[in-house]
């Protein structure tokens, strides 16, 4: 069975008062039923890591280079974040290929890096607007599956996570129907592409404007398996309902 996973990102949010939020998530949620993940900007990994220590509570990055070290200012390697107590890394998340111009094959050369460093991949896909309206959604999200995954994905050091870029902190979140159809697709190829049971063991995450007020109909899709969030993940009072409802589906 997939794993089921509440991975929170930060995103470009947060100084050292807000580590007092996962500091009231690990009291809160002491013994989660299901992986709930945090990752936070860069500065905050090492003590964020550090105060999550002996909890259930992983911590990850949100990006790192293709490369192990060298003259990449501004960069950080895969195995800095194992360094800093990564255990996960969230890659392809569409504010990097729009912002930063990252493609599929620069994804996939990240993913390479980070599970050579044994960091667990978030691989990000998802279609923006237009290719939602133009009919485009499966052929682009195909694209970007086969273009972002290396041959060396397993269902433990991958995890795909479907994010409607017009979803992504807009309040707007696709039809219960859409995210059926949507993942089933990526069940269906990643079973087509993988060997044995790769491709129904990896865990599928849905990302767009979670809440606690919808994260119960999503999570009750058949092949979602978790939520990667952005806003709600920023307290803890938002995320806790997110991940109680995980653990109630
Ligand atoms: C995200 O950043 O991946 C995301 C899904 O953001 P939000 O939950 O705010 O839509």
Not at 161 to 186: C, K, M, N, Q, S
Not at 189 to 212: N, P
């Amino acid at each position: 069975m997939p794993r089921k996973l509440a991975a929170g990102n930060w995103k470009m949010n947060g100084c050292s008062p807000d580590l007092t939020e996962a500091r009231r998530l690990r009291e809160a949620c002491p013994d989660p039923s299901v992986g709930v993940l945090i990752c936070p900007p860069a500065t905050l990994l090492s003590r964020l890591s550090d105060l999550l220590q002996d909890s259930p509570i992983a911590t990850g990055g949100q990006d790192c280079h293709a490369n192990g070290n060298g003259a990449h200012t501004g960069d950080i390697a895969a195995g800095m974040l194992a360094d800093a107590g990564a255990a996960f890394v969230i890659l392809g998340h569409s504010e990097r290929r729009t912002d930063h111009a990252e493609s599929n094959d620069t994804v996939r050369a990240k993913a390479e890096a980070a599970i050579a460093a044994r960091l667990t991949t978030i691989i990000c896909v998802g279609e923006t607007k237009a290719e939602r309206e133009a009919g485009d959604t499966l052929k682009v999200i195909a694209a970007q599956l086969a273009g972002s995954l290396p041959d060396g994905v397993t269902a433990e050091n991958t995890v795909i996570a479907y994010e409607p870029v017009w979803a992504i902190g807009t309040g707007l979140v696709p039809t219960i129907d859409e995210i059926d159809e949507t993942h089933e697709f990526i069940r269906t190829h990643l079973d087509a592409r993988f060997e044995s049971d790769t491709g129904e063991e990896i865990s599928l995450l849905y990302g767009g404007s979670v809440k606690g007020s919808n994260a119960a109909e999503i999570f009750a899709v058949e092949h979602v398996n978790g939520a990667l969030v952005g806003g709600a993940s920023l307290k803890c009072d938002d995320f806790l309902p997110i991940i109680r409802a995980l653990e109630a589906s």
